[in-house]
């Protein structure tokens, strides 16, 4: 069942919670409402649905179909029970919070729905509709970030302030923001659940596009999990450097004694050089007929070893 709660304590102080709570609805008894005044009212009034409409500036692009489902079931069975809050526009009424319970509403087939009408600024409109979103535990990782950003950068406020209006934490204010400096192809496969915020963050080590594209894909590709993906990143940024290759003098002089050796002896002969003055010298054979045909060449005979 979907969690039917009151608004965030940042919420609360943008809109102001002094208004009375809707308990009739779930019962389905009617009741008399008291306005105070038609283009304000801190008192809750059943307004028809298609009155309503969303707030065309909303920050929130995508709406679970499942988790609307299940509030649509819980409305269908309780009413809607916080009211939205709506404010005059034109013809229509726009809702200043509550999109999602209104979705819901019209799909579990309510003709009309609990409302508080409010006039705010469209600066206030844009703040408390931007925090309602970021109060809720469905937003993707990339709506989020955006979201902040737009109360940094559009309201001027701090990190601090932002973090105390949705309650939460400047660090995951911080690193929510981070996520924004990702390749634009990295942030659709997050909102696509290709990869995770985890992932992401890892991800973000990689200053390069490529290597993050490179990283991403390889993510996807083998199923990497977070901690592989640290691995993987720490190698893209410290490879492994090959040894370099001590240049000796001599090498024609050498080659010439290995072919000479070859000739001589009659198989594959190969000299390493570990410095000027030292090495070791590597003779093939294929068979110990071979062996013994080496050992005569070199004036060493079976039996003698055998005997001594």
Known sequence: ??????????????????????????SGRKKTVQKKDAKE???????????????????????????????????????????????????????VAGERRWRAAKMAGLK???????????????EISLVENLQREDLNPIEEAMAYQRLLKEFHLKQEEVAERVSKSRSV?????????????LQTMLVEGLITTGHAKVLLG?????QQILAAEKIVDERLSVRETENFVKQLLSPKVPKE????????????????????????????????????????????????????????????????
Not at 6 to 21: A, E, P, V
Not at 45 to 70: C, Y
Not at 112 to 125: A, G, L, N
Not at 246 to 262: A, P, Q, S
């Open 112 to 126: 009309e729905v609990p409302v508080i009408i409010k006039e705010y600024s469209e600066r206030e409109i844009a």
């Open 1 to 26: 069942m979907a969690k039917i709660g009151g608004l965030g304590k940042g919420l609360d102080s943008l809109i102001g919670g002094d208004f009375q709570k809707e308990s009739d609805v779930i």
């Open 245 to 308: 290759k001590k240049v000796l003098g001599n090498e024609t002089l050498y080659h010439t004694i290995e072919d000479r050796m070859k000739e001589m002896i009659g198989t594959k002969v190969h000299i390493q050089r570990k410095d000027e003055e030292k090495g070791k010298i590597e003779i093939e054979y294929y068979s110990s007929d071979d062996l013994e045909r080496i050992m005569e060449i070199m004036g060493i005979y079976k039996d003698n070893i055998t005997n001594a």
């Open 206 to 210: 990689l200053d390069n596009r490529e």
């Open 173 to 185: 204010i911080t690193n929510s923001l981070r996520l924004l400096r990702l390749d634009r192809k």
């Open 41 to 95: 009212s801190k008192i809750e009034i059943m307004m028809k649905i298609h009155q309503i409409e969303p707030n065309r500036e909303q920050p929130r692009k995508q709406f679970e179909e499942d988790s609307l489902a299940e509030l649509a079931e819980s409305i269908k069975l309780y009413g809607v029970i916080q009211p939205l809050i709506v404010r005059k526009k034109d013809d229509y009424y726009e809702i």
